[in-house]
């Protein structure tokens, strides 16, 4: 990211007209990034906002929303206090006799108001791009905006919301110096670091008592589409209820269990290393007694009986922020096999909730993937797996469906990401090598760790009770390369922490 400058001129220490905004009481946790932004409010007998979001994440044009006749949009500020300020933008409208919304060539939208009458809102302008060029400006005046003194407080967010898609534009200013924060004239300045971390998100859990005891995996089932889902917590004896912990969530594969992949990824061991909440879910179980998930075109009875494995998992993200407390920036999803493909789903279609993706042993399996904004991945597979073959195709497991292959998989999470150049060797740790797809923008990266010889089996896991499953055999496991402390140091670093 680039450089940032903060301007204010005002203490953003109450919510302003709470009656329309749609503003939720803290930040999302995943929007789209930008390189560089600069938030500016001066006070005054007519207060004054202005916000720039430039270089951003590739968006299309429709990723942007209709504001000629559809999309309603909200601008939201948060202190670390809560407090916001709020303000909505309606699509259409008729401003000084003309249109409000215009769009300007292929790739812009434009709102103009020399009168601020929509919520004070005076210029907004959305701009679309290929790369990573995205802009978005927005000026707004008027008693919409809460005018006071500093000092002010970071870290602070300020998002850009769609009332249609759960697409958002964020830029978040973090904990630094400030090199003005000036109550005679009315304005502050804060610069920061671009290698400064990106601030923790607490969820409404922390300053709770513990629900889950740590230094124990806990069994836990909650009720979603009329189902009851079952999952085990771990959480680590670091854990403090004030201060805001990572999530890893952990899939089986099929005919696996979710206490199975705990034992066989060896998470517990890293997560009590590492801090962070190791969470195991279960799939639904078949009437033969079999847990898949619902990965798209794979696998099983999951997919056959159209089960809402992404809405189970979004309502145990929204169990987990309460009963815990839990980094909402930093929910991480990692799978074995038909885990992995429901992770790559998840990639695709729960962005708004997922940071990062690390699917070990399975492929990519949607029909379409349109995220709400590209998510960083790192996909783990053995060369040798017979299962999943590497090249694609029917596997000779029982799934019985042709597999998406590897490089069709990392292609398509390149052209989603927007990366560019050759790929380089990022990792080489015993038979595994990971490479980089080349330079993903704002750290999208695309991360491909190759198992030589690699079966379909957890890479430095614990080795499976059985050689295989029918005429399947697992094939070769390493112990060279170790899969859990590989993902967690690529989940680390996306965000920066």
């Given at each position: 990211m680039g450089s940032r400058r903060l301007l204010l001129a005002?203490?953003?220490?109450?919510?302003?007209?709470?009656?329309?905004?749609?503003?939720?009481?803290a930040p999302l946790p995943a929007c789209r990034e930008a390189g560089t932004s600069r938030l500016t409010i001066r006070a005054g007998q007519v207060p004054r906002l202005r916000w720039t979001w430039k270089l951003g994440t590739r968006t299309a044009l429709a990723e942007l929303g209709d504001p000629l006749s559809s999309t309603t949009y909200s601008l939201c500020v948060w202190e670390p206090g809560g407090s916001t300020v709020e303000l909505l933008l309606p699509p259409g409208g008729t401003c000084g006799g003309a249109p409000c919304w215009s769009l300007r060539g292929a790739t812009t939208y434009r709102y103009r108001d020399g009168a601020a009458t929509q919520a004070g809102f005076e210029t907004v302008r959305l701009q679309a791009s290929p790369q990573a060029k995205a802009k978005i400006t927005v000026v707004a005046r008027g008693s919409g905006l809460l005018a006071g003194a500093p000092p002010v407080a970071t870290p602070l967010a300020v998002q850009l919301l769609r009332s249609d898609a759960p697409i958002c534009f964020e830029s978040v200013f973090p904990d630094t110096s400030f090199a003005r924060n000036d109550p005679e004239v009315g304005r502050a300045?804060?610069?920061?670091?671009?290698?400064?971390?990106?601030?923790?998100?607490?969820?409404?859990?922390?300053?709770?008592?513990?629900?889950?005891?740590?230094?124990?995996?806990?069994?836990?089932?909650?009720t979603h589409d009329g189902l009851t889902r079952t999952f085990r917590v771990y959480v680590p004896l670091s854990y403090d209820p004030a201060v805001p912990?990572?999530?890893?969530?952990?899939?089986?594969?099929?005919?696996?269990?979710?206490?199975q992949v705990e034992a066989s990824a060896k998470v517990v061991e890293v997560a009590e290393e590492k801090g962070f909440i190791a969470v195991s879910p279960d799939g639904v179980l078949s009437p033969g007694g079999i847990r898949t998930w619902n990965g798209g075109t794979c696998c099983g009875y999951a997919t056959a009986a159209g089960i809402d494995d992404v809405g189970f998992v979004r309502a145990l993200i929204d169990h987990l922020e309460?009963?815990?407390?839990?980094?909402?920036?930093?929910?991480f999803a990692t799978g074995m096999s038909n885990g992995a493909m429901l992770t790559h789903r998840l990639a695709c279609d729960l962005a708004d909730r997922?940071?990062?993706?690390?699917?070990?042993a399975g492929t990519d399996m949607t029909a379409s993937c349109a995220p709400a904004r590209?998510?960083?991945?790192?996909?783990?597979?053995?060369?040798?797996?017979?299962?999943?073959?590497?090249?694609?195709?029917?596997?000779?497991?029982l799934?019985?469906?042709?597999?998406?292959?590897?490089?069709?998989?990392?292609?398509?999470?390149?052209?989603?990401?927007?990366?560019?150049?050759?790929?380089?060797?990022?990792l080489i740790q015993g038979d595994g090598t990971c490479t980089r797809q080349g330079q993903c923008p704002l750290g999208t990266d695309v991360d491909l760790c190759v198992i030589a010889?690699?079966?379909?089996?957890?890479?430095?896991?614990?080795?499976?009770?059985?050689?295989?499953?029918?005429d399947c055999p697992f094939g070769y496991q390493t112990q060279s390369f170790i899969a859990t402390r590989v993902l967690w140091d690529f989940f680390a670093l996306h965000p920066p922490g």
């Open positions: 005002a203490s953003l220490l109450a919510a302003v007209d709470t009656a329309t905004a749609a503003c939720p009481s300045t804060v610069r920061f670091d671009p290698a400064d971390p990106v601030p923790a998100l607490p969820s409404s859990g922390c300053g709770q008592p513990a629900v889950y005891p740590p230094g124990a995996a806990t069994a836990d089932a909650l912990m990572p999530v890893v969530l952990l899939f089986h594969g099929g005919f696996g269990s979710g206490a309460a009963a815990a407390c839990v980094d909402r920036r930093r929910v997922i940071r990062a993706v690390g699917p070990v590209p998510v960083p991945l790192m996909h783990i597979h053995g060369s040798d797996d017979g299962n999943a073959p590497f090249e694609g195709g029917l596997g000779c497991g799934a019985g469906v042709p597999f998406t292959s590897v490089p069709e998989t990392i292609a398509r999470a390149v052209e989603r990401n927007g990366c560019a150049g050759a790929p380089f060797t990022s010889g690699g079966g379909h089996v957890w890479p430095g896991g614990t080795p499976p009770v059985l050689p295989g499953i029918g």
